[in-house]
């Protein structure tokens, strides 16, 4: 089991490090323009490791200078995500009854609009969000899943005998919430922002693919990707080493959930992201691990 | 399980190969060399309507143009004074009323529609009640102000009347019109028509008729074998629906398509290496600038604050290396744009000049126009107020971003901060030319020819003035310019004019695009018209040597 | 549902621009006033919610500005293709990802499960855009094997019927593969640890002890292990919508993902709302099948 959790963190770390070390590492200055005649549109050399862009900018500086962005929105939308989430099934479970109901109901609604469409309607209509506009749109949009979660847990949590003898001695609400339900809370939590987060990472590239999230000149991996879109064939550089950068981002996150799922929720069935329902209490009496 | 794997995968695979012998059966039935051939053309979007009169954007403009005919075709140096040039269509010929005030045409009496009735000329004076309805919507109306009405001789005369005598007059009454089948259309209200199927299945007198349209795929349109002025050369030509701009040019390198009119700069050298592609310049009608907001955006009737200052434009202006800009941008393929018209539609480009690229003399003028960076961040401040702007720019627009960056540049050099700032393409618009809320922003104009669209992009109450710039002086050289009947006084007014607003500097002309098309080699074409490619499509022609598969399915063949 | 069409409308509203501007540079204010007043748009919002309301009651869709015709025709040429598409790669991934889990499932552990384990990680971590990229540089470009766009090709009209049917075929490969790879690796890693969970069930031990050969014993886990993976179909639905979207892009595969990405930069509102009501339906039908289908299939459930 440990084999899944070692390679995971090496990759995370791996991650982590370059790109806080971005500044440090990168040779020019991402926005910088180099020679617009001479540099433009080079393949890859010594010089320049993965190439230059049509406007003579070292694509190498960019991809680093990117991935600070691109995993900058990742974690902050996510962690709106999770805190969004983590309130509201708390509001939903501990006040019980029919606003617990009508909160549910109001999920489900929530998780039936397609989030895609309703990004990319804002995007494309509003044109240019800022950074912390754009944080505030995916974070906003993505907790809903979270928040199912989120609510089935607490549900499950709340008949254990912990809880049980919690509230026997007079515990309530908030507090009960803090001490002793989040620690339990923490490993789902942790384990959905791994693959919520590897999941932003994509959805960004995606939408800066479009055109529609971070705004040139600043640099993502999804901005030098929608550079490169005309010229696959040839300059495609442009294409390879910010989607391998994105793969290799998603894939550090998302090894990272399975590693800690693996080692933290050993009782779930492997969970998507609306998968868990009421099943989850009598899945867990399915398995027998050896 | 695994061996009925096996067993499917063989099937399709024979399948594939049964299928790919298939193919070379379809023989040449009595084709004569110059006639067949198929080409592919390749493009981003496909059109709202085929319905001429709506036809809005270029998307539908090169259908259009084949499938429709014009009264009479404008003449390849685009000349619009008097009928100089212009070649007949529809109508075979024309004359001259004494006072001008007046054109009648005869009409071709054996030009028929696509579905066999004749054209008349009640046809001609239908078209003109479409074109000048107020329940269409179309952006041709104010274009065909000077002309009364259109009234009927006898059916193969329409007659032409206009309020005043101008120099555009049979410019006006014959380019922005295609004629209309009036007895398929008239028993439409005008209010309706725009809901009229007719607009997914035209019916025109042009030597292509049209044949099919699969929506977001592709649309087809055939020779007129029974034209009267000949069929097309080609057997059919097909539009082919492919948004995504990488996956167009993969359609043309790998020989899916033949044809592609939006080439990015940076598919050229792709292009010169592909041996069955060639290259065809094409000098299009458009140019690009930096256009400055004169005003003030929170005050309109006040100056604007950096902008009002023509010291300060001028040094704008002069801080710019647009030659080495279009050079990164459009490599060979781009001029720097001298005035606001495209080269092809100045008259005389040498009769006025231009201000220089001088970064040093920038500088002077920003320093003497009291702007210097004081507070030691590279920025020019005055009053407090820093020499700092936004330039908007569409998304649509790979060129202009790409400007917006390297202007960036440009400027961060003598001390002044621009902004580059993408919005999407109908924020864009909004915000430039309805709210008027910007500091700088990146436009483009496809000016048609005879510069009447100058009156409303540069003249003092034109609706596209989006910086709003006015000059008296500018307005009188231009009306005068465009109302003079004589050649030669006209092209003094317009040099005049154009040297009137590169002084006044109200934006920054930095491109006009050739605008070159990817084509292949087997085909043999006209010269390509500036106004649009499309223009001699029905006499290009396959080189008989070079014939592909596609060309060899003959007109007639049962789909 | 509802909410879900009444946020599209809202939204359209709110952002700038409109079907006038949508028109381009070069159109004239009076000319855009013109659209305005015809297509009602200058009219207060409340009259406009309530007159879209109102005709969406009566099933009418209403009308494309920018397609000059009715919606249901937009959506009834751009709906049963993304269908088709995305029902194919469902099946793809399904019938894949059961096989390949399966297959894992049983040799949990070993040194070709772990292997097959990282591979799929790391196809479950391509983003489905850069993947579509990708085949369409290689296959379409590079190898010329296969066709760029569309789903038929341009001389389709013209081929015998025999063509045709490849035809069709060679247009879905490059579609397909990418937006079932993905979901095949999520189908295939809840497979496995099904199937490994089966595997370790009491039942396989009796099986062996009585004399089944290994594979008889496996063919009996992996009908238990069926279950929490076909529940699991129904759910993917909104990830398939949303990898198509991409794909259709990218292939011009012009289905709703496509009508609905042209609609929002035309500023086109009845489609759009349209578009999404569907994109909510799916899902919604897509959470309930999965609930039924859970219910359906797991007996034990049922006493709870």
């Not at chain 1, 800022?130 to 944080?135: D, G, H, K, N």
């Not at chain 2, 458009?286 to 256009?291: C, E, M, P, T, V």
């Not at chain 2, 008259?347 to 003028?365: E, G, H, I, K, M």
């Amino acid at each position: 089991m440990s084999r899944r959790v070692a390679p995971a963190f090496a990759l995370i770390a791996l991650l982590v490090s370059v790109v806080v070390l971005g500044p440090l590492l990168s040779p020019y200055a991402p926005n910088a323009q180099l020679d617009i005649i001479a540099l433009r549109s080079q393949a890859p050399s010594l010089a320049h490791p993965f190439g230059t862009d049509a406007v003579s900018r070292d694509v190498f500086s960019r991809v680093l200078d990117g991935g600070r962005v691109s995993l900058a929105l990742a974690v902050l939308s996510v962690s709106l995500s999770l805190v969004v989430a983590t309130l509201y099934g708390a509001i939903s479970t501990l006040v019980g009854g029919v606003v617990d109901t009508t909160m549910r109901r109001l999920l489900d609604v929530a998780l039936s609009i397609p989030r895609l469409l309703v990004l990319l309607a804002v995007g494309a209509l509003w044109g240019a969000l800022s950074f912390p506009a754009l944080v505030l749109l995916i974070g906003f949009t993505g907790w809903f899943d979270t928040a199912r979660l989120v609510t089935d847990e607490l549900r499950a949590l709340g008949t254990r005998e912990f809880s049980v003898a919690a509230r026997a001695m007079g515990v309530r609400g908030p507090r009960l919430l803090w001490r002793h339900l989040l620690p339990h809370l923490l490993p789902t939590l942790v384990i959905s922002a791994s693959f919520g987060v590897a999941r932003t990472i994509a959805l960004e590239a995606g939408l800066s693919y479009l055109g529609l999230g971070i705004q040139a000149p600043q640099a993502s991996w999804g901005t030098i990707l929608h550079d490169g879109a005309g010229v696959v064939e040839t300059e495609w550089w442009l294409s390879l080493f910010p989607g391998l950068a994105t793969v290799f981002a998603v894939l550090a996150c998302n090894a990272l959930g399975d590693a800690l799922r693996e080692r933290f929720a050993p009782d779930h069935v492997p969970t998507l992201a609306t998968s868990l329902t009421a099943s989850s209490a009598p899945s867990s009496s399915r398995t027998v691990r050896p | 399980m695994r061996l009925s794997h096996t067993r499917w995968l063989a099937s399709v695979l024979c399948f594939t190969f049964a299928a790919c012998a298939g193919t070379e059966r379809t023989a040449d039935a009595g084709a004569t060399d110059e006639t067949g051939g198929t080409l592919i053309v390749t493009v981003p979007a496909e059109p709202s309507t085929l319905f001429p009169p709506l036809l809005s954007g270029t998307q539908g403009a090169p259908i259009v143009g084949v499938i429709f005919d014009r009264l009479a075709e404008i003449g390849d140096g685009l000349e619009t004074y008097g009928d100089r040039g212009f070649q007949p269509r529809l109508a075979s010929s024309w004359s001259w009323a004494n006072d001008s005030l007046s054109i009648a045409f005869a009409l071709d009496s054996l030009s028929r529609w696509h579905d066999g009735e004749p054209v008349t000329a009640e046809d001609v004076r239908y078209t003109f009640t479409v074109y000048t309805s107020d329940s269409l919507v179309n952006d041709t109306k104010p274009l065909l102000g000077n002309i009364d009405s259109v009234s009927v001789r006898d059916p193969h005369t329409a007659v032409f009347w206009f309020k005043r005598r101008m120099p555009r007059q049979f410019y006006d009454a014959t380019y922005h019109m295609y004629v209309l089948p009036s007895h398929l259309l008239d028993t439409i209200p005008m209010t309706k028509l725009e809901r009229a199927s007719f607009g997914r299945n035209p019916v025109g007198t042009g030597r292509f008729r049209f044949v099919r349209w699969e929506p977001g795929q592709r649309i087809e349109i055939i020779a007129d074998t029974a034209n009267s002025r000949g069929r097309a050369l080609l057997d059919r030509v097909i539009w082919s629906i492919a948004p995504d701009f990488g996956s167009s040019t993969i359609k043309l390198f790998a020989g899916e398509a033949d044809f592609l009119e939006q080439l990015r700069p940076e598919n050229l050298a792709q292009v010169g290496r592909t041996p069955s592609l060639r290259l065809i310049d094409n000098r299009a009608l458009s140019y690009g600038f930096l256009g400055f907001n004169l005003r003030d955006q929170k005050s309109p009737s006040r100056p604007n604050a950096i902008f009002g200052d023509a010291r300060v434009r001028r040094a704008l202006h002069m801080a710019v290396d647009r030659e080495r800009l279009v050079r990164n941008v459009f490599d060979s393929l781009g001029m720097v744009a001298l005035a606001p018209a495209p080269r092809a539609l100045i008259p005389d480009t040498s009769a006025f000049t231009q201000l220089p690229y001088d970064v040093a003399t920038a500088r002077a003028l920003l320093d003497s126009a009291g702007w210097r960076d004081s507070d030691g961040d590279n920025v020019r401040d005055r009053d407090g107020v820093p020499l700092a702007f936004d330039i908007l720019i569409p998304s649509s627009s790979t060129s202009r971003q790409r400007y917006a960056v390297l202007l960036q540049e440009q400027y961060r050099a003598i001390g002044v901060k621009a902004t580059p700032t993408v919005l999407e393409n109908n924020a864009w618009n909004e915000a430039v030319y309805e709210r008027h809320a910007f500091d700088a922003y990146l436009g483009a104009f496809q000016p048609s020819p005879g510069l009447v669209g100058l009156l409303q992009t540069w003249a003092s109450r034109g609706s596209s003035n989006a910086g709003r710039y006015e000059s008296p002086a500018f307005d009188a050289l231009l009306d005068s310019a465009l109302t003079t009947f004589d050649p030669t006084t006209s092209r003094r007014y317009w040099a005049r004019a154009f040297q009137q607003i590169d002084n006044d500097v109200p934006a920054v002309w930095l491109y006009e695009q050739r605008s070159p098309v990817a084509i292949h080699r087997r085909f043999i074409t006209t010269p390509l018209r500036a106004d649009g490619w499309f223009v001699g499509l029905a006499d290009w022609r396959v080189d008989p040597a070079q014939r592909i598969d596609r060309d060899r399915i003959r007109l007639g063949t049962p789909p | 549902m509802f909410a879900a069409a009444t946020l599209a409308f809202v939204l359209l509203q709110l952002a700038p621009g409109d079907a006038a501007t949508a028109l381009g540079e070069g159109t004239s204010p009076e000319l855009r006033a013109i659209i305005r007043a015809q297509y009602g748009l200058d009219e207060s919002l409340a009259t406009q919610y309530g007159r879209w309301l109102w005709s969406l009651l009566r099933g009418d869709l209403g009308w494309s500005h920018d397609q000059h015709r009715p919606v249901a025709a937009v959506i009834a040429d751009a709906l049963p293709r993304s269908l088709f598409l995305m029902g194919c790669a469902l099946s793809v991934s399904l019938v894949g990802g059961m096989l390949v889990g399966a297959w894992q499932g049983a040799r949990a552990g070993s040194r070709r499960d772990r292997a097959t384990s990282t591979a799929l990680l790391v196809l479950y971590s391509l983003p489905e855009f850069w993947l579509a990229l990708a085949l369409l540089a290689v296959f379409a470009y590079r190898l010329r094997w296969l066709p760029a766009t569309g789903i038929t090709g341009e001389m389709y009209d013209y081929m015998s019927a025999r063509e045709q049917l490849v035809d069709r075929l060679r247009h879905l490969v490059l579609p397909l593969t990418s937006l079932s790879l993905v979901g095949l690796a999520l189908f295939a890693r809840y497979q496995r640890d099904a199937m490994q969970e089966s595997m370790a069930q009491g039942f396989v031990r009796t099986a062996r002890a009585k004399g089944l050969t290994e594979s008889a014993v496996r063919r009996q886990a992996w009908r238990s292990a069926l279950l929490p993976v076909i529940t699991m179909t129904g759910l993917m639905l909104p990830a398939l919508i949303t990898g198509a979207v991409f794909v259709e892009r990218v292939f011009s595969w012009p289905g709703m993902g496509f009508a609905m990405i042209h609609a929002i930069e035309a500023r086109d509102y009845p489609v759009v709302s349209a578009g999404v009501i569907l994109g909510s339906a799916i899902t919604a039908f897509g959470a309930a099948l999965a609930d039924i289908a859970r219910d359906l299939a797991d007996p034990r459930l049922r006493t709870l």
